[in-house]
């Protein structure tokens, strides 16, 4: 029924899991509404998990746009949270869940069988100094000020999902765009503003 409600909004939004803005421009759309969806379903007929965290008792789940009321009522009525952002807002919450999951995702992936739950308890320093790392990275490239404590929020995120399995995936919506800040500042002969995500990403030969 979640899934049915969500999907009867389409095509009116798009939800963004990785950084669009270059695909938005190249298909013409300027400012087309958005969803980030913090919740999950495990496999067919489950519950879906809700992106409530002990940091956000309110979800995490946001719209943005003209459909965002509609989004946000179909979610909280299908037992979901969804708070409606005006474009900054959203867009800082948008590039917090973009750094959620190129950093967690490549800190797992430098330890094989490593869940989402086990980067957060078990390799907790690597994912902060990345979190700092791109965090530090987006503000300077897009004039973010980013509120504080990014860090807890996302480990509080990733304990709500510490089942899910990580790996680099969809490299060109996701950590992509941090490489691509990374090879531009190198092509000018500036200073890698990521220079620990790149060294890791040419560790498992993504790059």
Request: proline letters at 5%; hydrophobic letters at 45%.
């Amino acid at each position: 029924m979640i899934l049915k409600l969500f999907l009867s909004l389409l095509p009116s939004l798009v939800g963004a899991n990785g950084m669009l803005e270059t695909w938005f421009q190249s298909k013409g759309l300027s400012d087309p509404d958005q969803v980030l969806a913090y919740f999950a379903v495990s496999k067919l007929g489950e519950p879906p998990t809700d992106g409530k965290t002990d940091t956000n008792p309110e979800g995490l789940t946001a719209a943005y746009g003209k459909w965002a009321s509609a989004v946000a009522g179909r979610l909280l009525a299908g037992g979901l949270s969804c708070k409606v952002l005006e474009k900054e807002a959203f867009q800082k919450q948008m590039f917090e869940k973009l750094i959620w999951i190129c950093a967690f995702m490549l800190v797992g992936a430098r330890h094989p069988g490593a869940t989402v739950g086990i980067v957060e308890k078990e390799y907790r320093s690597e994912v902060s100094s990345l979190i700092s790392e791109l965090a530090a990275a987006a503000a300077a490239g897009k004039g973010i000020v980013f509120e504080p404590a990014m860090e807890d929020r996302l480990c509080a995120y990733s304990r709500t999902v510490a089942h899910f399995p990580t790996a680099v995936k969809e490299f060109k919506w996701r950590n992509g765009w941090f490489y691509s800040l990374s090879d531009k500042a190198i092509a000018e002969g500036k200073p890698d503003p990521c220079p620990l995500h790149t060294a890791w990403l040419k560790e498992l030969n993504v790059v």
